[in-house]
């Protein structure tokens, strides 16, 4: 059975696999469809995966698993849903890809004077090629929009929640579901694969 620390939920159990990332959009979010992290990792376990770590309540989700980005993601979906009785979608990214996404942002003034405030958004499947064209119309008060190794970064500059940029449009102008974290939580994950995992 995992274990509670301060920071994670874990497992010690060890394997082969390579390492991966998976977001949860939407939970825990204004009391609504609650997924406790210490039972998200126990899913995680008893689905095989191993080194099994979770980070704060938003939904990220840290392990190794010899399986491919979308079985993952789809495993848990399921197994998300029979434990819980209702569907979130989960994006899964290797770790190799996650180490990329906490290098400096294409904002690094942003990055340094608001990291809370530029969020990471890593879609369900590729972002459309005209993604910032579609945006750009919806940026406003100074944000920017960037695209890097095939992830969003948004600047919201004054904070998503006032922002033209709803999750609505940004899925829209993506092609399909995007879940955003900021790069505080970037780069803890990354911290935490490194940790964990190695």
Known sequence: MPRTTNAATTSTRATSGG????????INVGGNKKVPMKELATIATRLGYADVATYIASGNLVFRAEAEGAVIE?????AIAKAFGFEVEVIVRDGTTWAAYAKPSPFPDAERERPNLVLLGVSKKPLAADVLAKLTPYATADERIAVRDGALYVDFVNGSARSKMTPAVIDRAAGSTVTTRNLRTVTAIAELLVARIG
Not at 74 to 78: A, G, H, M, T
């Open 19 to 26: 390492a991966f990332v998976a977001l949860l959009r939407g």
């Open 74 to 78: 789809r495993s848990l979906e399921v």
